[in-house]
């Protein structure tokens, strides 16, 4: 059984760093209330890490 992150970005990227809309596009978000569901791995921990003010995450398991 493995678990999940559902990721839902909340927050504008506008007046980000650079390094910070990356990562958004890395998980695959492009605007507010894009969601998408990753593995939960160490890779994935960190871009929500990098982004934890302009994204929501709920673990879910399968």
Known sequence: MAASLKVTQIKSKISEKQNQRDTLRSLGLKRIG?????????????????????????????
């Open 34 to 62: 894009d969601t998408v569901v990753k593995p939960d791995n160490s890779v994935n921990r960190g871009y929500v890490k990098t982004v934890a003010h302009l994204v929501s995450v709920e673990e879910i398991s399968e």
